[in-house]
Each structure stands twice: as structure tokens, then as C-alpha cells.
């Protein structure tokens, strides 16, 4: 017999979704499911929300097969899709495979993330998974796109999407391109708000500013993204981001990670400079592993804000400086010169500026020699930021598994006494915030004593 809810049906929809939000695992959406038609229709569209394609089977993610049945035996749950992330492999590609067909059933995608794991022989341009890649690609309701380890890539496969705002990319070369998957070219170039760059992207970097529509026309509107990410980790890179930023005028937030050495922030306020009018938020992190330790641990930024001052718009600054644990820290006085340059006038804007010092202290079981390490770079680091400061900051420590929390906490506490031999000066504004793997019962004696001075532990 039928049940019929004597709920009206707006009221019975709220209801699902709030269970949704509370509801990571679908254990509760999916025994509602099982109350009645009305019921199984409206959890649906959040259990089939978001949905993962992967085949070596490592943990519950379905795979393309187990995609295909349930496509096959209920074509209306694709309408429920919305975010779809593919594992692109080579069990998928046999000439008989239903995968392409019974992704073309998805007409609603909002997000889509593809990682390639295909051999290299196996061309982008040219695979059994080409047609529905594209029809993916294509949706008009597609805003966000993130992909991962194509080599040899065509920005002009994305002519059009002209509904994109998001695009995530990882570890991609780019290649040009004669040919192209668009009969009709859309009146307007690509225009995406957001943009991310990670490792190993140097080619698609530069050459996105260049890459061309058929008509001569950019593939993309430059002009009016409004935030960009980049991770740095060449020369190579740092060059194609030079090129790419020259085609950027209004971008409002910019955060870049470098690999220092090799690379330093020289030539940063130049590239930076085509939007300077319209940067807000302004975030660089160096990862230093100077095994030296003789070089600027700011990686030459001092000279480059310097630069900058008198001619920006700058509202919030995050200077984040990670150091490995097993390297020492120069003991020059970079940190007061940036202190000087951030506090002098130029800055007509700046609400808010914020120095993160972090050191991760991975402490194997046993390993007394990594634990000293830990102490010596966590000295060192200190030492470069004693000086008189107006900066805020925090310093991180990552505890491992065979150390002693209430030990590591006494060291890191010595720090913020004014009698010890490296004191953090009382006119900065620092706070210690400490992760630890350690067991339970240390942890919890670590937070009680870092509750005790008034810090945060987790």
C-alpha cells in the first residue's frame, strides 16, 4: 500500500535537508529513503549529490561499473548529480565499455574534477573517453573544474565554457592546437573569477594567457579574474607566471607559495604591478629548506613590499614562512627589516597584517638524533624574529608520535618567559598553537597545561 505524508511536501523537504547537513555518511537519508516514494525522491538528490568514479577499489568509492548498473537500472538519478570526481583509467577505455554513454546521461554538473591515470601513449585528444570528457566539459551549468596529470592538454577543449568559474589545475602541460572540439565558438572568451595553479604547470601557465579561439580571439578573459594561487617551485615557473600575470588587471586576491631556495620573491612587485590598483588580499608563503643557514628566510620579499608601498590598495597581508625541522635559521635581522616596512606609511588601505611562522617537528618513535633537530630549528627560528615588533604571529609544532608532550611543551613555554635565553618580546603579538599525533594521554596533559597559560593546543 502507498503511503501519502499528511505533511505538505515543502515542509517534508526542509525537514530532509536539515537531516543532509548533520548527515556526512547517508546513514539516516538513506533509512528515510525506505519510508515512502516522496521520501526515497528527496534523499536522493543529496545521497547522489556528489559522486566519486574510481577502479583499483581503495575504500568505498563505487567503481565506473558499479557507476554504469546503477545508471543503467535508474537513468533519473543522474539528474541528482552534481559534483563528479573521475579517476581516468585504463579499465575504462575497452571499445565495448558503456562508461562514455552513460555519462552523457549527466546533464546537471556543477563541479567536475578529473584525474588522469592513464600511460602516456594514451593522448587527451584522442581516447575512446573523448566524446563524454567533452560532454562533461561542456555543461552549461559546469562552474567549477579542477584536473590533474594531463600532458598534453588544449585550453581550446574549454572555448565553451563560458559559464566556468572556478579552474583548478595540477601538475598539467598544455599543448597548442590546430584543430578544435567547438563548431560553434560562443560570443564571449572563457571568464573565470577564480584560478589555481599547483606544481608543476609551468607550461600551462604560460601558455594560458596565449591560447587562441579559432577567430583570433583569447580563450580567455584575463582581464577580469579576480583571484588567483600559484605554487612556485622553478625558474621555469616563476618565468610563466611573469608572463600571465601581465594579462591580469583586476585582481583582488593573489596568494603564491615558493620553494625557496632556489627560488626568491625578486621581480614580485613587478609582477604584481598590472593590478595593483585593485589588490585587497595579498598572501605569500616561502617553504625554506636552506641547508646552509646563512640565507634570507624571507626569500628577498623585504625589497619587494618596499617597492610596493605608496602605490596600492593592500588590505590585508599574510607573510607565511614555513621552515623545515631539519635546517637552521639565518640570524640576520630580515624579520626587523620587514617589521620596519609593513609599520612605516604607504600602506593607505592595510587593515590587518599577519607573520605565521611554522616548523613541523615529525618525531619518529625512538628517534632521539629528530628530536634535538626539532629543538635546534625552533631556537633558531625564534632567534629571528627577537627584535622590537608590532607583527602577529604564530608558531606551530607539530608533535609526533614518540615524543613527550608535557616535554616539548616546557621547551616551546621557555620562549614566551622574558628570562629565558631567547624570549619572545612582549611588545609582538604571538601565540603558539600546537598539533600533536602523540597518545591520548599526552595530549590531554598538553592541553591542560596549555589551557593553563592561556594558549591553544589541538
Known sequence: MTYHPTLPFEIIEMIIDAVAQHDPTFSSLKTCSL??????????????????????????????AALVRLLSTTPGIADHIRKLRWLV??????????LPGILEKIMKLESLTINWALPLDIQWSDNRLRSAILHLLHLPTLIRLEMHDVQD?????????????????HAMKSVETESTSVSILP???VQ??????????????????????????????????????????????????????QHCSRLSK??????????????????????IGTLTHLHLKTATEDETGANDPLGGLVPELEEMRHQNVV??????????????????????????????????????FTALLTTTAAIAVGCASSDVNAHSTLRSLIATINTPSNLRGSLTLILGVGISAQRCWNFLHSYHDPASEHPIRQGGSWSTFIASSAPVQDRERLVAVANAVGHHCQ
Request: proline residues 7%; contains cysteine.
Open 35 to 64: 519510508a515512502c516514494q516522496i521520501f526515497l525522491e528527496l534523499c536522493r538528490k543529496h545521497i547522489f549529490a556528489s559522486i566519486t568514479i574510481h577502479d583499483r577499489n581503495r575504500g568505498p568509492n563505487p567503481t565506473s
Open 89 to 98: 583509467e585504463l579499465e575504462q577505455l575497452p571499445h565495448n565499455a558503456p
Open 153 to 169: 592538454f588544449a585550453f581550446a577543449d574549454l572555448i565553451p565554457c563560458t559559464n566556468l568559474h572556478e579552474l583548478r589545475l
Open 187 to 189: 560570443p564571449k572568451p
Open 192 to 245: 573565470v573569477d577564480t584560478l589555481f595553479f599547483g606544481v608543476r604547470c609551468s607550461t600551462a601557465i604560460s601558455m594560458m594567457g596565449a591560447s587562441l579561439r579559432p577567430d583570433g580571439r583569447p580563450v580567455f578573459n584575463l582581464a577580469v579574474l579576480a583571484s588567483i594561487q600559484l605554487q612556485l617551485d622553478t625558474f621555469e615557473d616563476f618565468e610563466a607566471s611573469r608572463k600571465l600575470f
Open 254 to 275: 593573489v596568494a603564491i607559495l615558493l620553494d625557496s631556495p632556489p627560488l626568491t620573491w625578486t621581480g614580485i612587485a613587478k609582477m604584481l604591478k598590472p593590478s
Open 315 to 352: 588590505e590585508k597581508v599574510t607573510i607565511d614562512v614555513f621552515v623545515s625541522s631539519y635546517y637552521e635559521c639565518s640570524h640576520g635581522d630580515d624579520w626587523g627589516l620587514l617589521d620596519i616596512v609593513m609599520t612605516q606609511s604607504g600602506w593607505p588601505k592595510l587593515k590587518g
